[in-house]
């Protein structure tokens, strides 16, 4: 139980284009999707969380408007990365918290590179 | 946001040893967490921590809640190649925080 899926698993785009990430909770509902944004041999860093039906809360320093968030339904949140540029190339990764639960499951993660 | 500070930041072992690492944290937490990453991949959860002195154990994993309730130990016993990845620990107090890191070699 408790598995999580993330689409694509790798995407590479030209500079200025945008990209959309998805993220599926496949076997429980997600009352609440995290996004995070992992740089080599570094530790996760929050991007986002998003509750289902409302806006995404942003992390200091994070563009709201360059990364969209979107968590329409229980079992699905996803990430636009607009206008990107090379330096958002990153490993994406989502997490997924089933009710009042703390623990969070997370996605395979998304490699992307922006050319 | 805070991150949980883990050490050691990289451990190399023969296959066989023993692994202890922790993580400390200056709040208290109400749950710990401890994630398994391989390369290019999500974190996976091992064991999950939710009071004081809680020790709690996954095959060859076990995990302790310390009783200050600002820090958390994870062992790994008679390590194996597969047990090769990075250890997050995790913790949640007012916020959801994430460890810094411990990069696992394990030497055949």
């Known amino acids: 139980g408790a598995v999580v899926s993330q689409h694509p698993s790798r995407v590479i785009c030209k500079s200025g284009t945008s990209v959309k990430i998805e993220c599926r909770s496949l076997d429980f509902q997600a009352t609440t999707m995290f996004w995070y944004r992992q740089f080599p041999k570094k530790s996760l860093m929050l991007m986002a969380t998003s509750n289902e039906g409302s806006k995404a809360t942003y992390e200091q320093g994070v563009e709201k408007d360059k990364f969209l968030i979107n968590h329409a339904s229980l079992t699905l949140s996803t990430l636009t990365v607009t206008s990107a540029h090379p330096e958002d190339s990153s490993f994406y990764i989502c997490?997924?918290?089933?009710?009042?639960?703390?623990?969070?499951?997370f996605g395979p993660g998304t490699r992307l590179t922006v050319t | 946001g805070q991150q949980l500070n883990q050490s050691p930041q990289s451990m190399f072992i023969q296959e066989g040893e023993d692994v202890s690492m922790n993580c400390t944290s200056s709040?208290?937490?109400?749950?710990w967490l401890w994630y398994k990453q391989d390369p290019g991949e999500g974190p996976v959860l091992l064991i999950a921590?939710?009071?004081?002195?809680e020790l709690t154990s996954n095959g060859r994993l076990t995990a302790q809640f310390g009783i200050t309730r600002k820090d958390s130990f994870l062992n790994i016993s008679a390590s194996i190649p597969s047990d090769v990845g990075i250890y997050f620990c995790a913790g949640n107090g007012n916020q959801f925080y994430f460890g810094t890191g411990t990069s696992l070699t394990v030497i055949p």
């Open positions: 997490s997924a918290r089933a009710g009042q639960g703390y623990e969070q499951y």
């Open positions: 709040s208290i937490f109400n749950t």
């Open positions: 921590l939710y009071k004081a002195g």
